[in-house]
């Protein structure tokens, strides 16, 4: 079996207790590479004053990861400016807040280069080379251009824009031709992977050659959709332990008589939290009856404060918090609790599992796990009502839960009523379809789908006639 090497920004290396939280993809990847003794390459999450290229390695659980430092300036030009402010907005269709910098696209592309050329060294020839996600999109031409031959692979975990949002980047078809340097693209959904294909036949000129490959600027390459999933196994296994048991306990004795309805998210803009919270302000404005009958918790960590739109959702956020409580709270009771820290995993899976109601209303999103690990959390026998976004990519698979359009604060008043009223029988009956799902494709099915589809790639590309 050839070795795995993933390659991605953030890197979560597996820690004895393994128990900690970082985001979908580290935590993701974490399970992917677990059965595969691979390498994991990386930023480390610091910055030193010169690049250096210098690794640090290290081995845990049969993974070795291998992570590098970048300077101040990567981090302002590659993370903070043309990932974050850049492509991050793009790709969810805020084109609002989408800055356009030409040192930001320097910056991606020396970060990219200082990639290629660390990695370069560590790669034997029949290595199979995993990237994965905005970050890194021009890593494959680098390491081309390095003379690299081996079969690369690229996962992008967020959406592809349609090409009318696509075509506003400016210089947009030379990231679309940084594409056609991977043997495989791997899109979350089908609707993704059709943008991506639009954008190639109507904008960049090129055609389809079989099924779900595509030519275009003298190269070829397949694509696909691999929805990325839970590592199933081990969330039961969490649920199980003495931690997720003592929270979902404390979550239930909290909540004697009420329901309790859950948000869990990075703070980031595209996750719809304004229009969530708008929406609890009016399901407790239209429904005087059910107000002392619920308590909406909302946990979101704060995430890359260094860039000004998620401070300013910061601020509006803490604004519509206190004003949802100082509305409608009494002397013995408030409706809505808000918290900026982050949980233990296994604090988590209790709290889902406490709950009556997940509220997954991102504006747009790749996937979204926490949906996926709310129903992998839920009783059986009495098993809570996800409400989810229309726009996250697990709507494509969670079809039975109560699908909204998060723009909506009606929408969302009105699904939350429906969520408490619905009865057992039909709760169990959609959590059933959505858990049957979590568990078939879970994070294994995922990797073995991708991987799969990149050893099976040709190992020379054949250059074509342009
Ligand atoms: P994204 O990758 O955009 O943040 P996902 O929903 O795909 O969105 O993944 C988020 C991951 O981060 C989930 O595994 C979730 O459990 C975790 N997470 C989110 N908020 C917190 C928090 N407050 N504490 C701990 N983990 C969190
Ligand atoms: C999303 C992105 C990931 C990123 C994660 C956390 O899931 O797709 O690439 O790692 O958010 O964001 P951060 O900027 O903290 O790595």
Redesign the pocket.
């Known amino acids: 079996m050839s070795r795995l090497i993933v390659v991605s920004n953030r890197v979560n290396p597996p820690s004895a207790a393994g128990e900690?939280?970082?985001?979908?993809?580290a935590?993701?990847l974490a399970a992917a590479l677990r059965e595969y003794s691979g390498l994991w390459f990386g930023w480390s999450g610091r910055t030193t004053p010169e690049f250096t290229g210098q690794l640090s390695m290290q081995t845990v659980d049969g993974v070795t990861t291998a992570l590098i430092d970048l300077e101040e300036a990567d981090l302002d030009e590659y993370y903070n400016g043309y990932a974050n402010r850049t492509l991050w907005p793009l790709f969810h269709y805020r084109t609002d807040l989408a800055a356009y910098d030409r040192a930001f696209g320097e910056g991606y592309s020396r970060v990219n280069r200082r990639f290629a050329e660390t990695l370069r060294p560590l790669i034997a020839p029949d290595d199979l080379i995993w990237v994965h996600d905005y970050h890194l999109i021009p890593l494959a031409r680098e390491l081309r251009m390095l003379g690299v031959k081996n079969r690369i692979g690229f996962f992008l975990?967020?959406p592809w824009p349609a090409h009318q949002v696509f075509t506003t980047l400016p210089r947009h078809s030379q990231l679309a031709e940084a594409m056609f340097d991977y043997d495989v693209v791997g899109f979350q959904t089908e609707e993704y992977r059709q943008a991506f294909e639009e954008y190639v036949l109507f904008v960049a000129g090129g055609a389809q050659s079989g099924a779900e490959r595509l030519q275009a600027f003298g190269r070829s390459l397949r694509t696909g959709a691999f929805p990325?999933g839970?590592d199933a196994a081990e969330f039961a296994r969490m649920l199980k332990t003495a931690r997720a048991r003592r929270m979902r306990d404390l979550m239930t004795a909290a909540t004697v008589f009420r329901h309790l309805v859950v948000g869990?998210?990075?703070l980031?803009y595209?996750?719809g939290l304004e229009e969530r919270f708008l929406g609890f302000e009016r399901f407790l404005a239209d429904n005087p009856d059910l107000r002392r009958e619920v308590l909406m918790l909302q946990?979101?960590?704060v995430?890359r404060e260094s860039v000004g739109a998620y401070r300013e959702i910061r601020a509006r956020l803490d604004a519509l918090s206190g004003r949802i409580n100082g509305e409608f709270s009494d002397v013995d009771w408030a409706p809505f609790r808000y918290?900026?820290?982050?949980?233990?995993?296994d604090?988590?899976a209790g709290i889902y599992g406490a709950a009556r109601v997940g509220l997954?209303t991102?504006l747009r999103?790749?996937?979204?796990?926490?949906?996926?690990?709310f129903v992998a959390a839920q009783n059986p026998e009495d098993p809570g009502v996800l409400i989810l976004s229309r726009f996250a990519g697990a709507a494509r698979q969670l079809k039975d839960a109560i699908l909204v359009n998060p723009n909506s604060p009606e929408e969302i008043a009105e699904a939350i009523k429906q969520a408490l009223s619905m009865d057992k029988a039909e709760r169990i009956r959609r959590w059933r379809a959505s858990f049957d799902n979590v568990q078939r494709e879970d994070v294994t099915a995922w990797r073995d789908a991708f991987v799969g589809a990149l050893a099976g790639a040709r190992e020379r590309r054949p250059a074509l006639a342009s």
Do not use: Q, T, W
């Not at 918290?339 to 233990?344: C, G």
């Open positions: 900690e939280s970082v985001g979908g993809l935590m993701a975990h967020v990325i839970l869990v998210d990075r980031d595209s996750k946990i979101a960590p995430s918290v900026n820290r982050n949980y233990r995993r604090e988590l997954v991102p999103d790749g996937m979204n796990l926490v949906a996926k690990e």
